[in-house]
């Protein structure tokens, strides 16, 4: 599956973004999907996961009750609602696709190109 990100930008501390992941392919509905971030210097951490089937989902805790991600399957697509953004979730974010469920980056097979998330202080 080929994964194609949308949505970031700059907005001020608490704003929102709605981030967008776009999948190509027929079998979109087979995979869990999950979206990271990484910082400057520092390693891509894992913000939410979705699961296929009953739609699952689950959030680091940092981002909890701010953020909701969500899958359309009939759309082919994931999006990451984020609110109450803070200077701390400045990063590029990144979606990807896995065959298993899972907050590890490695258990993910598919990866979007990234999109940069800036939250001003």
């Known amino acids: 599956v080929q994964l194609q990100a949308s949505g970031g930008g700059l907005v001020q501390a608490g704003g929102s973004l709605r981030l967008s992941c776009a999948a190509s392919?027929?079998?979109?509905?087979?995979?869990?999907m999950g979206w990271f971030r990484q910082a400057p210097g520092k390693e891509r951490e894992f913000v939410a996961a979705?699961?296929?089937?009953?739609?699952?989902?689950h959030y680091t805790d940092s981002v909890k009750g701010r953020f909701t991600i969500a899958r359309d399957s009939a759309k082919n697509t994931v999006v990451l609602q984020m609110n109450s953004l803070k200077p701390e979730d400045t990063a590029v974010y990144y979606c990807?696709?896995?065959?298993?469920?899972?907050?590890?980056?490695?258990?993910?097979?598919?990866w979007g190109q990234g999109t940069q998330v800036t939250v001003s202080s």
């Open positions: 979705v699961t296929r089937g009953s739609g699952s989902t």
């Open positions: 392919g027929r079998t979109f509905s087979t995979y869990n």
């Open positions: 990807a696709a896995s065959t298993v469920f899972a907050t590890r980056p490695e258990s993910y097979v598919s």
